[in-house]
């Protein structure tokens, strides 16, 4: 909401400088984003009047100009406007003025006496351009015909003015108007409000437009009016011009300018209509499948049951709320129009105009709140500037009420408001902020009932209340208090890590971090979660985000994709966060409400070199077994198992299940081929996502006494089939599960590669597998034969099981 300083000190004037003002506005949750001059500084420009143009003898685009400046004699400037004429009154830059520069940062624009084209200048006739006002330079800026000559033209123009620009939550409505904000700033200081009188307008004729409602939960009032005979090619007077341009809307046409110019002064969208274009009546309803309308910003979009319209009786012809259409506008052939103001339902405007891209003035206020208490007494004031600017004839006033919103009332408790805003507080003080605010009351020992007035969209419950007397009161009246609550710190269990463990795991491991939305692409969920129905956002920021996420796969393939288009050569990334699945079983709980639990994940991606630029070794990208033993470094001291699976993002035989005592954690494998297509990778990437909780625990360290006897070890080698896998070769020889043997580790694999003397005893399809076994008694020295015997035990038991052999 942009405004200039002194229309709103036209309404309301406190005693307080600019400064102060705008400190004001912030404190009381008007947040002042700007405030900055009307214009930048300049000095020894006036007002002059054109006495006579002369063509210049030298150049054909140079006038020589005659000029009054009520310097008590004339100048001759040289000028080189296309607009420049006798009788006009325009600023004068006096010789020794001083121009805004031409770039930012530059020195000041001195005016001296000069010649152009061997003819003598004395100043310098200004554009609105070059005094830095707008960046209009189709000629010299023309002031009104009664500017005082000889005036200086900051003072004429208000060019000392501070516009304001704040930046308001969706809770202040009532302050999208200069007048609004006035309401404000008058109950803040105490200054008196001033509300100028609306008198009606008195009709000439008694033509009136057939309107229905259809839709009373589309719109709860509708008035309007004819005007005929409007004279639509008036000027809008240069007041109105300047004071729109200071709050950052431009001219358009004098019809448009007072309903812009309503709608600024007291927050009241309304839309004026070219009565003759108009077939038949108007009906206000929702709209209908398949029906067309070409607004007038040239968009033309089709509506449906969810979009309130005006009709006519042929075609739709405005979109409620929002925007009017082009087949209805004003021109410059209009001469009657019907001026529309109603009270369009917040819940029903809300949303609409993002549905299509564009927003608008209208939609802003009318899907916040505007007051449906003062839709005649607009009218009758938009009634007044278009007789007072383009003539006219009205017509009588048409108001159809249908349904306004019941002001339920609001209980204050003065001591919950005391403990809530931290301060003691009186009856009297709370009852003194209601009165200042204009809200009607009644009380009772300990209460203040407020009933909201029509203004007030925001006022619902007893913290509205709260927040208005600690506006109004003032947020620096508030004490400095220390915290009441005791300050403990919390204890992680031993059993925990902390997530900053974690985090610096993977930094350590090369991995850098980054953090996604929690809403991503419907696509990313489909084809990488295999997630057929994600939870929806009801009101996404954007058509992309409109999913809530139940991986963190799809995230880390984006922060690829932008690596890539960077032409990154290595890439190592992770992420920790929540996702999100449906889970009927989970009702609430600090990880999930309404049946959706919200686990903790972690998820890495690796793709290029499996080391950065280097020469100590051979260049090769990692691979599968990089990221499993970054995952085993991840989990140390725990040890995960590795199991063969499918998961529907990555590659179906490059793909395992990782598991923590039995428990399943979370998957590790290379990007699907299809998805590595699909995303337009160059090759594919290792993925890992796993259980955060999972990974957080820990095993609690224990005491264990230092072995008395060496341990003693035994290389075998087996021969076995080639889908025996090594997590069933060491379940097979059961180390560490009581015996003599600790440990046993898998330290080479042979297959020959044809028939040879060394490959006699391997079929096709078998390979040798050599293992290191550690023995060890804590208790008793290892003999020969209790090593022989345990050694004999392993290659049986693996006999057994996995039908191995001894290798020779």
């Known amino acids: ?50 006495l006579s143009v002369t063509r210049h003898p030298n150049a054909d685009r140079l006038n020589v100009c005659e000029v009054d400046a009520g310097t008590g004699t004339k100048l001759q400037i040289v000028c080189g ?78 060019l000392d003015d501070t516009l304001f620009t704040l930046k308001l939550t969706p809770n202040l409505a009532h302050c999208l108007s200069v007048y609004g904000i006035a309401r404000e700033v ?6 008196p409000l001033k509300t100028p009188a609306i008198a009606a307008v008195k009709p000439v004729h008694d033509a009136t437009l057939k309107v229905r409602v259809e839709a009373s939960d589309l719109c709860g009032r509708f008035s309007g009016r004819i005007v005929r005979g409007v004279n639509t090619r008036a000027k809008t007077p240069a007041w109105m011009v300047d004071r729109l341009a200071r709050c950052g ?19 009241r969208p309304s839309h004026i209509f070219d009565l003759d274009k108009i077939h038949g009546g108007l009906t206000v309803r929702w709209g209908r499948a398949g029906e067309k309308l070409e607004l007038l910003n040239g968009n033309t979009i089709e509506v449906d049951a969810q979009v309130g319209v005006i009709a006519d009786d042929k075609q739709v012809e405005s979109l409620a709320g929002i925007m009017g259409g082009e087949s209805t506008a004003v021109s410059d052939d209009t001469r009657n129009v019907y001026v529309e103001a109603a ?46 600017i383009c003539g006219g004839e009205p017509g009588p006033m048409d108001d159809q009420i249908l349904d306004l919103p019941k002001a339920e009332p609001v209980r204050l408790r003065v001591a919950r408001a005391a403990k809530v805003i931290g301060m003691p507080l009186t009856q009297v003080q709370c009852e003194g902020v209601m009165q200042r605010l204009g809200l009607q009351f009644t009380s009772e020992p300990g209460v203040v009932t407020v009933t909201p007035p029509s203004w007030r969209f925001d006022l619902k419950i007893e913290e509205d209340l709260i927040e208005e007397v600690a506006r109004i009161v003032g947020y620096r009246a508030l004490p400095d208090t220390p915290p009441l609550a005791p300050v403990t710190a919390h204890i992680r269990a031993e059993a925990n ?8 795991a993977l930094a350590g491991l090369g991995y850098q971090e980054t953090i996604g939305f929690s809403f991503v692409e419907e696509r990313w969920e489909h084809e990488l979660a295999g997630n057929a129905d994600p939870i929806r956002v009801l009101n996404p920021i954007a058509s992309p985000l409109a999913v809530m996420r139940s991986s963190l796969m799809g995230s880390l393939i984006a922060v690829l994709q932008g690596n890539l288009a960077r032409k990154a050569s290595r890439v190592r990334v992770f992420e920790t966060g929540r996702v999100f699945r449906r889970d009927a079983s989970v009702a609430d709980g600090n990880r999930s409400v309404a049946g959706v639990a919200q686990p903790r994940c972690v998820a890495g991606l690796a793709w290029g070199r499996v080391d950065a630029l280097q020469w ?7 691979d599968f077994f990089d990221v499993k033993g970054d995952i085993e470094a991840l989990l140390a001291p725990r040890q995960a198992s590795f199991v063969p699976a499918e998961h529907s993002a990555l590659h179906p035989g490059r793909c395992a299940r990782v598991e923590l005592d039995g428990q399943a954690i979370g998957f590790v494998g290379e990007l699907h081929p299809r998805w590595r297509q699909g995303y337009e990778l160059p090759s594919a990437p290792m993925l890992f996502e796993l259980d955060l909780d999972a990974v957080l625990a820990r095993d609690v360290p224990a005491f264990a006494a230092l072995p008395r006897q ?44 044809g028939t040879t003397t060394a490959a006699a005893d391997m079929k096709p399809g078998e390979r040798s597998l050599a293992v290191r076994l550690e023995l060890l008694d804590n208790d008793n020295t290892l003999t020969d034969e209790r090593i022989d015997a345990t050694v004999a035990e392993v290659i049986a038991r693996l006999g057994a099981r996995l039908g191995a052999r001894l290798r020779g």
């Open 616 to 622: 100590g070794s051979k260049e090769r990208a990692a």
């Open 1 to 50: 909401m942009q405004f200039p300083e002194s229309w709103l000190r036209e309404f309301c004037d406190p005693p307080i400088a600019t400064a102060e003002l705008a400190d004001l506005l912030t404190m009381s949750g008007m947040e002042v984003e700007e405030a900055r001059p009307a214009a930048p500084p300049f000095s020894g420009v006036v007002v002059a009047q054109v």
């Open 249 to 267: 809307q431009r001219s358009v046409t004098a019809l448009v300018d007072i309903s812009n110019y309503v709608m600024f002064e007291y927050g």
């Open 710 to 753: 060496q341990s003693v070890f035994r290389d075998i080698a087996v021969v076995a089939g080639d889908e025996v896998s090594h997590a069933a070769l060491m379940e097979a020889i059961g180390a560490g599960q009581g015996g003599l043997v600790r440990s046993a580790r898998l330290f080479d694999i042979y297959k020959p590669a």
């Open 343 to 388: 009270f369009w339902w917040p819940e029903a405007v809300a949303g609409r105009s993002r549905r299509f891209n564009f927003a608008t003035d209208a939609g802003h206020r009318f899907e916040r709140g505007v007051d449906p208490a003062l839709t005649v007494a607009h009218i009758e004031r938009i009634t007044q500037l278009i007789l007072d």
């Open 81 to 158: 406007a296309p607009n420049v004429r006798e009788g006009l009154r325009v600023p004068c830059a006096l010789v020794g003025a001083a121009l805004p520069p031409a770039e930012e940062g530059a020195a000041p624009f001195a005016i001296k006496l000069g010649k152009l084209r061997g003819v003598e200048s004395q100043g310098m006739l200004c554009s609105a351009r070059e005094l830095k006002l707008s960046d209009d330079h189709g000629g010299l800026l023309i002031l009104a015909d009664d500017a005082p000559i000889g005036t200086d033209i900051r003072a004429h123009l208000k």
């Open 186 to 191: 008058s109950a803040l200081t105490g200054a």
């Open 497 to 504: 890590r902390g997530l900053s463990a974690v985090r610096h």
